[in-house]
């Protein structure tokens, strides 16, 4: 945690704040709470698809020859196909 970041809780560590929150109620301190700003990315956004258990092993042999994660070669795969498709 980083030094003189004020704390309702005046906890030490960010375990001793998840203790005080699980036994305290927020409306207890509303009054002494700041507003806060902050953005969210909701760009990002996660589809999962089905996937036979066989190619499921044989993709993850793959990349874990290659050194990248499964996720990352199915989507490179993909990306790949879908270049090849805007030719026709």
């Known amino acids: 945690m980083n030094k003189g970041r004020s704390s309702l809780s005046k906890a030490r560590s960010y375990k001793e704040i998840g203790d005080f929150w699980d036994t305290h109620n927020l409306s207890d301190f509303w009054d002494k ?4 700003k902050f953005e969210v990315d909701i760009e990002s956004e996660l589809t999962y698809y089905a996937l036979d258990k066989t190619l499921s ?5 793959i990349a874990r020859e290659r050194g990248i994660s499964a996720d990352t070669l199915i989507n490179l795969w993909i990306q790949e196909k879908l270049q090849e498709q805007k030719s026709y």
Request: hydrophobic share 35%; glycine share 0%.
């Open 57 to 61: 092993e044989r993709i993850q042999a």
């Open 33 to 36: 709470t700041k507003e806060a």
